[in-house]
């Protein structure tokens, strides 16, 4: 036969679906993916079967007609922003649909949805056992009745988060240690009721945690965080205590000694936390040291500053807005400790700091090659008109945030 005849071939006759399916997940983009399934039928139930993320705002019975198309989906959102996190929005009888239909799923996002109680979460832990991440972050009727039941019913849960989720307590964190021994993350901002008798009986269980947040749980102190410091001492890298007013110099001390790893460490608002507790930290062999929020730690000194410049080789991110002790003097300490060394520091943030002015900062970027974000808000000393005058240059990507018309970098919230 002449291979040029006007013969043609279907793709549909030659390709198996096992092919097609190969070819659908080479496509990189969403838009390509989508694309795919408009071809023909028989390509768009290809598509529907592998897909394996999906966004959705949905009632029962649209949730039932996905579950019987994504049959192999893997991630669920069903967050509502906070504009829209009005009643009904998710129900738990979408919940149930979802444990029901969904049977491979791993992520439900769930965030603002605060129609949901403590029933939903108990089909979530009965029909998906398999779930590896949940947030349902501001979801505020939930209570630990409903989350230890998460708890039990997925043993293989990485990923928890329950920021403002205001009455969980204790409870869950014991739930947590019995059942949950792979958790890596854990989120618990705004949980006041939480306690140093839960980390407790968190860190007995749960040792591989390499992310907590606990800021603004103002019933946390140096026990609790202390017991988490040696229970998660070779996995914890992020440890967030945001206004936790109760910690002080037993905590840091005990992160000193044992978290070797830690990367990200807010403290921010810990007033009771003394100079000396400082410098140790900044003198420990905690090298890893990347993002440090230190606003508010009123007990800041030149001294434990310049350790902080000096020996945190590896600090990316720095806050120490409002220590107004803080003097120009800390960064002529920090260029005679360093000599020819440079900084790695990439954002630094002085806001508040009235003894700081335009000679610190001139000595802070002989030092800083690759500074991207500077805030020197209500810096009485340190204004455009002056850092002109007195002939800085910043970096060229870096960012002056002088009266705060510039949007700041999340990587210390």
């Known amino acids: 036969m002449d291979p040029l005849s006007d013969s043609t071939v279907c793709i549909n006759d030659t390709l198996r679906d096992n092919e097609l399916c190969f070819i659908l997940a080479r496509l990189e983009s969403d838009k390509d993916k989508e694309t795919f399934g408009l071809v023909c039928k028989r390509w768009l139930h290809l598509q529907s079967t592998e897909r394996k993320k999906l966004a959705?705002?949905?009632?029962?019975?649209?949730?039932?007609k996905m579950a019987a198309r994504f049959t192999r989906l893997i991630e669920l959102d069903l967050s509502q922003s906070?504009?829209?996190?009005?009643y009904p929005g998710v129900t738990d009888s979408d919940l149930s649909v979802i444990a029901n239909g969904f049977k491979c799923l791993r992520v439900l996002h769930l965030q603002n949805c605060k129609g949901i109680t403590d029933a939903g979460m108990v089909a979530i832990g009965d029909g998906l056992s398999s779930l590896r991440s949940l947030d349902v972050s501001y979801c505020r009727k939930l209570t630990d009745k409903g989350l230890s039941a998460v708890a039990k019913g997925c043993p293989d849960l990485k990923?928890?988060?329950?920021?403002?989720?205001?009455?969980?307590t204790d409870g869950?964190?014991?739930?947590?240690?019995?059942?949950?021994?792979?958790?890596?993350?854990?989120?618990?901002?705004?949980?006041?009721?939480?306690?140093?008798n839960g980390l407790t009986s968190l860190a007995s269980g749960c040792q591989k945690i390499n992310y907590l947040d606990i800021n603004k749980c103002s019933n946390v102190g140096d026990v609790g965080v202390s017991t988490i410091s040696r229970g998660c001492s070779s996995s914890?890298?992020?440890?967030?205590?945001?206004?936790c007013y109760k910690i002080g110099d037993e905590a840091m001390s005990s992160l000193?000694?044992?978290?070797?790893?830690?990367?990200?460490?807010?403290?921010?608002?810990?007033?009771?936390?003394s100079d000396d507790a400082i410098r140790s930290l900044a003198t420990s062999s905690i090298s890893n040291l990347k993002n440090l929020r230190m606003d508010w730690c009123l007990n800041l000194s030149n001294t434990s500053l310049n350790c902080i410049l000096s020996q945190c080789r590896n600090l990316e991110a720095l806050d120490i807005g409002c220590c107004e002790e803080v003097s120009d003097a800390a960064f002529h300490l920090m260029s005679a400790s360093l000599e020819e060394a440079a900084l790695s520091l990439k954002i630094l943030k002085v806001s508040n700091c009235p003894k700081i002015t335009v000679v610190g900062i001139g000595i802070l970027l002989d030092k800083c090659k690759h500074l991207e974000y500077l805030d020197v808000r209500s810096c009485p000393h340190i204004t455009m008109a002056g850092c002109n005058e007195a002939g800085l240059h910043f970096p060229e990507c870096c960012k002056v945030n002088f009266n705060g018309g510039i949007s700041e970098p999340s990587?210390?919230?």
């Open 56 to 64: 959705a705002r949905a009632g029962p019975h649209m949730l039932l």
């Open 82 to 86: 906070i504009s829209r996190s009005f």
């Open 159 to 168: 990923i928890l988060h329950l920021a403002g989720c205001r009455f969980v």
């Open 172 to 196: 869950i964190l014991g739930a947590l240690s019995k059942n949950c021994h792979n958790l890596e993350v854990l989120g618990l901002q705004g949980c006041a009721n939480i306690t140093d």
């Open 236 to 243: 914890l890298k992020t440890l967030k205590l945001l206004d």
């Open 256 to 273: 000193a000694n044992f978290c070797k790893n830690l990367e990200t460490l807010i403290i921010g608002g810990c007033r009771d936390i």
């Open 411 to 413: 990587v210390l919230l």
